[in-house]
């Protein structure tokens, strides 16, 4: 009933081709952008932003990249936390190197880096498929951390590898309190959301989930394989690597190129599956559950009083009792939950 | 008389407030997050050094407390990882009035919180670990690599090999490899072990082993093809004794290898079995038992207090850290109290002071009870290590001995040095001003 379109009329192409076609989504999404740009800024403490959105805002941004490859282009990848190191380690080489880089700048050239190397690393996905390709991506993985590690010149010749962020400033303003970070970090990851949103439903993005679906036939009908491919690698690796130099920036400040672990980029692959595999909104969803469940649990784990040795490993058998739950009862994801919750809403209270 | 009532008015509420700060007296506690690891691949090693230190921090409150102030904790598990670390750092550092000291036992961890500390103004140690340069506290005030750091161990390595050779002329034409966990840690010893090998003339090899280091067959079959005389483990975890077990196969003598602190516990020796007999490593704590460890059995343990389920475990490797940590964290307290007042609840600010100003000789060892336990320790705004000294140990089959009786310690001249330049390109990279904090 509160979630019925009945009586909204689309009566230009305009109308009819926004990103959020029906009038309920587009308040929700404005609503929920005012609260987290006005309200939350206001009540928020500092562990608040700096220990729980921050991190979850980054990691969201991330599983977006990560669902763009894997969730509508079908290309599965276990080098996502490879293509965040270059994005960090290319910011802070551009910050460093170039007098007066603008931080926004830095962060979009980490990006292309990232973009190029997901490209380069891509390129196998044109001759392998599925399980190959994991293992393929999975080379980035190691082949990358190997890279910033050997090389010394990727982290100013920091004698153990570790590199310490520039302070972000933009426009004279300085993002050094948890709070105007965490502003940052939003504005980025909200920019960066509404054009993924916009662009998996634009030709491009149809052109990645017909090659997803099933690439001779996309092939048959016209599409070209190689550059639909390379461009999903490429505009996922540039998510990626934003996230990764906003990992490194607004969160961490000093980096081992150990942070991207391939733990991290398994981190990422769950946080798609559980939040759905082949949606933005299940990107938010999934970092949600994994960032913020275990906090949720040693939080109220510990309240039980139990002795910590218990009380640490029952946090973890909690944590995937709940996973297996979930994906035994919705394999699709919280999206799909979201989604099936939408249908019901939209019949209520007619169920035929 | 409207005058004489606001005198009155003024001189109750002083009355009231002097009271109830009389009232907070009497229970005055300090805070300490503890952000341990009982879980994952490092568990075995985190439970035994947080365990080592919540049963210090027991055993202070039971005699007491320092000078009356009662220590309090609450932990949180970090599972090793950074992004839990930072979590469980900001979740609990304004607990309990606020908290006083941060020891993660993690690189990642310290990285992560390296700059928050200095803002929050909280003291973080990292005995043995993290940040080499560190020891600047000019550069780092809140940040205390104490004892010890990576580069003084590798220093104190070279100058025990070369008075096992004779004399640290006789190193030259020797031949040492530098096996190690290829990471941040790993490569952290390379400045200071290719001076020596310039200054010494000996031949430095160095070979990576990529983390975990479960499969080392290739690396040690490189090494019986360079036939060195001798091999510096520096690992981790699981690569310790996969690497002693190798040497064993491939006929390597353990004698000649020489372990980083980080690869000669009893979780690192065990699981190697009869392989590890007579092989060596650095260490900070003298293997044994004190006086202390005792109390800690009969007070704490007996009072059921105890934080290890094995009481085996009271005074192996890991828990003998953990007290030690906790000796430096009380006696840190106690020199803070002299200059902010004796049995008062100081902030983490004060404390920074007291472990700038830390002297622990020998003397004051013995009183403690921990004669011998770790080396003395005398800090400064230049010098937030201490020492730089580390022993020798070895392991006999059962147990790990004492090899080196005294304490040693290498070039320390050239090591500070490094520190210098080392802390100097950090400073300028994060614009900082150096400069000693009062």
């Not at chain 2, 161990?153 to 070279?158: D, H, P, S, Y």
């Not at chain 2, 002297?359 to 011998?372: F, H, M, R, S």
Request: with cysteine.
């Amino acid at each position: 009933m509160i979630y019925r379109e009945a009586g909204q009329y689309k009566t230009t192409y305009v109308s009819d081709s926004q990103i959020f076609p029906i009038a309920q989504d587009r308040y929700a999404v404005a609503a929920l952008l005012v609260i987290a740009f006005l309200l939350i800024p206001l009540f928020a403490t500092q562990y608040i932003f700096s220990a729980i959105l921050t991190p979850f805002l980054i990691l969201a941004l991330a599983t977006l990249g990560l669902n763009i490859l894997t969730g509508y282009a079908g290309q599965l990848s276990l080098g996502t936390a490879a293509f965040m190191a270059v994005g960090a380690f290319g910011s802070f080489n551009f910050m460093t190197r170039v007098d007066g880089m603008p931080a926004l700048v830095a962060f979009i050239l980490g990006g292309i880096c990232a973009a190029l190397v997901g490209i380069l690393f891509g390129l196998p996905s044109l001759r392998i498929r599925g399980f190959y390709l994991a293992a393929s991506t999975l080379a980035t993985q190691f082949f990358v951390l190997w890279a910033l590690s050997k090389v010394p010149w990727f982290t100013n010749y920091s004698t153990s590898g570790v590199i310490t962020t520039q302070k972000v400033q933009i426009l004279g303003f300085k993002f050094d309190t948890p709070q105007s970070e965490y502003l940052l970090v939003l504005a980025i990851v909200a920019v960066m959301a509404l054009m993924a949103k916009n662009m998996v439903r634009s030709n491009v993005g149809r052109s990645w989930m017909a090659v997803r679906d099933m690439d001779v036939a996309a092939e048959v009908i016209g599409f070209r394989i190689m550059r639909t491919k390379l461009t999903a690698f490429a505009v996922s690796s540039f998510y990626c690597g934003v996230a990764g130099a906003l990992y490194a920036y607004c969160y961490l400040g000093t980096v081992e190129p150990e942070a991207y672990s391939l733990d991290l980029s398994f981190r990422i692959l769950f946080m798609v599956i559980i939040g759905g595999v082949g949606s933005i909104l299940g990107s938010f969803l999934g970092a949600g559950f994994i960032v913020l469940l275990p906090v949720a649990l040693s939080i109220i784990v510990h309240y039980t009083g139990l002795p910590n040795s218990v009380t640490s490993n029952l946090e973890l058998m909690v944590f995937g009792a709940l996973i297996i739950f979930f994906l035994i009862v919705e394999p699709h994801g919280l999206a799909r939950l979201w989604q099936i919750g939408k249908e019901k809403l939209r019949l209520w209270p007619f169920p035929h | 008389m409207k005058f004489r009532f606001t005198r009155l008015l003024a001189v109750s509420a002083v009355a009231v407030t002097t009271a109830l700060s009389g009232a907070l007296a009497s229970a005055q506690e300090q805070f300490v997050p503890i952000l341990s690891y009982r879980v994952g691949p490092y568990a075995s090693g985190g439970s035994g050094f947080f365990g080592g230190m919540i049963d210090y921090f027991n055993l202070v409150n039971m005699s007491g407390g320092i000078n009356g102030v009662k220590i309090t904790w609450e932990e949180c598990e970090t599972e090793y990882n950074a992004a839990r670390g930072v979590e469980c750092y900001e979740r609990l550092k304004k607990k309990g009035g606020g908290a006083t000291v941060v020891e993660p036992l993690s690189t990642g961890i310290a990285y992560g919180i390296l700059d928050r500390v200095g803002t929050d103004k909280i003291p973080m140690t990292t005995l043995g670990y993290g940040r080499s340069d560190a020891a600047n506290g000019a550069v780092f005030p809140y940040v205390f690599p104490l004892l010890t750091s990576y580069w003084s161990q590798a220093a104190a390595m070279v100058k025990y090999l070369g008075d096992k050779s004779g004399g640290l002329d006789k190193l030259k034409g020797k031949k040492i490899v530098h096996l190690y966990h290829d990471s941040a840690f790993g490569k952290e010893p390379f400045p200071v072990l290719e001076a020596a090998s310039k200054q010494y003339g000996f031949d430095l090899v160095k070979i990576p082993v990529p983390h975990p280091g479960n499969e080392q067959n290739s690396q040690w079959l490189q090494i019986r093809q360079a036939n060195p005389d001798y091999v510096i483990l520096w690992g981790w975890g699981v690569m310790n004794a996969v690497a002693v077990k190798t040497a064993a196969r491939v006929g390597f003598p353990r004698e000649k290898m020489l372990g980083v602190w980080w690869a000669g516990s009893e979780e690192d020796a065990i699981p190697a079995g009869d392989a590890a007999k007579g092989y060596s490593t650095m260490t900070y704590n003298t293997p044994g038992n004190y006086p202390v460890l005792d109390e800690i059995r009969k007070k704490v343990y007996g009072a059921k207090k105890g934080n290890l389920e094995d009481t085996s475990r009271i005074g192996s490797v890991y828990h003998m850290r953990g007290v030690t940590v906790g000796i430096l964290y009380t006696e840190a307290v106690k020199k803070a109290q002299e200059k902010y007042g004796k049995g008062k609840a100081l902030t983490g600010e004060q404390i920074r002071w007291g472990y700038e100003n830390l002297n622990v000789d020998e003397a004051k060892q013995k009183t403690l009870g921990a004669a011998g336990m770790f080396p003395p320790i005398k800090t400064s705004c230049q010098d937030h290590e201490g020492s730089g000294a580390a022993k020798v140990q070895v392991w006999d089959g059962k147990a790990w001995k004492a090899l080196t009786p005294n304490w040693i310690t290498g070039d320390r001249a050239a090591v500070q040095k490094m520190v210098a330049d080392s802390s100097a390109k950090y400073a300028a990279d994060a614009k900082i001003t150096p400069g000693c904090m009062k």
